[in-house]
């Protein structure tokens, strides 16, 4: 049996082995009032779900989390911190796989792999938020990253197919690591939100 994962800077981690998505059970606690920086996290999720409502392929061997943040700011400011997420997950996905990333706006990650020009999606980044004209009371950043999971076949149609670490280089990379890694280059940017 693993330990129990800590992440310096998140007050309070939720995880599932299977949960239908853990974008929809942190917006629920963000309304019941969970502090910032609450982390909710599923090995497989059965509706994970990405911008308009897509559907995102959730099998064991992915990394599916959201994160609850209340930052002080306008909600204008969310298209920019999108963008900073976007921008910390590749530098991030990069450094640990070894992959060329690049972002896609507005909400995805994508590898380029090895000797190939095509770049295939490996990671999808959702924020919602709640709030007035004025202020926010909270924001969920969620984040499913394609690990070692299988990948669903892409469609002819597809601009990015989808594609995983492991599946790109051939190695197994382990999920905990990874997540422990995306939420401190957040921590280092948003420590404060």
Not at 17 to 43: H, I, K, M, N
Not at 121 to 144: P, R, Y
Request: with cysteine; glycine share 8%; net charge positive.
């Amino acid at each position: 049996m693993k330990a129990p994962l800590r992440l310096p800077g998140v007050r309070r981690i939720i995880h599932r082995r299977r949960l239908a998505s853990t974008q929809t059970l942190a917006r629920r606690l963000a309304d019941e009032g969970a502090p910032a920086w609450t982390l909710v996290w599923a090995d497989r999720q059965t509706r994970g779900r990405g911008r308009m409502d897509r559907r995102w392929s959730s099998a064991e061997g992915g990394l599916y989390f959201s994160l609850i943040l209340r930052p002080r700011v306008a909600p204008a400011e969310l298209a920019r911190m999108s963008v900073q997420a976007g921008r910390a997950c590749a530098r991030t996905l990069g450094k640990l796989s070894g992959l060329r990333m690049r972002v896609k706006l507005p909400n995805d990650v994508l590898a380029v792999p090895p000797g190939q020009t095509r770049p295939s999606k490996l990671c999808g980044i959702l924020i919602e938020a709640s709030g007035t004209q004025h202020e926010l009371h909270w924001m969920v950043i969620g984040i499913g990253v394609n690990v070692n999971n299988p990948v669903p076949a892409s469609m002819p149609e597809a601009a990015f197919p989808p594609a995983s670490i492991r599946g790109l280089t051939g190695r197994q990379m382990d999920v905990r690591s990874v997540l422990r890694s995306l939420v401190a280059a957040l921590t280092a940017m948003w420590g404060k939100c």
